[in-house]
């Protein structure tokens, strides 16, 4: 059984960098089974990809987002990591990590996804 966890700031300024983690546990993030995805969830709005990580180091991103987004891996800790630049209010949203054992880019069906985070609660407020 895999086990996701987010951790992060709930309250960032606008123009600041978000620095999210989600530690991973009942798997290893090495492995080729599963790739590593971020979904936000904007307050009244659906689900949004951001962005997926593979085991070996390969990322995608959505395309609306790549230009301030980041997501990386710590294999020490069993961890992934996202960081978006330079957020607005339009940012806030509960974050979530979700594994998935195909590539989902694009997805935001919460059904195309193995597990789940409970999520983190981000708002992006002065």
């Known amino acids: 059984q895999v086990q996701l966890q987010e951790s992060g700031p709930g309250l960032v300024k606008p123009s600041q960098t978000l620095s999210l983690t989600c530690t991973v546990s009942?798997?290893?993030?090495?492995?080729?089974?599963?790739?590593w995805n971020w979904l936000r969830q904007p307050p009244g709005k659906g689900l949004e990809w951001m962005g997926v990580?593979?085991?070996?180091?390969?990322?995608w991103y959505s395309p609306s987002l790549k230009n301030r987004l980041s997501i990386a891996t710590d294999t020490s800790k069993n961890q992934v990591t996202l960081q978006l630049l330079s957020v607005t209010p339009e940012d806030t949203a509960v974050y979530y990590c979700?594994?998935?054992?195909?590539?989902?880019?694009?997805?935001?069906?919460?059904?195309?996804?193995?597990?789940w985070g409970q999520g983190t609660q981000v708002i992006v407020s002065s």
């Open positions: 979700a594994a998935s054992r195909g590539l989902r880019v694009g997805i935001g069906d919460r059904n195309a996804y193995d597990y």
């Open positions: 009942g798997a290893s993030i090495r492995t080729e089974t599963y790739f």
């Open positions: 990580i593979s085991g070996s180091g390969s990322a």
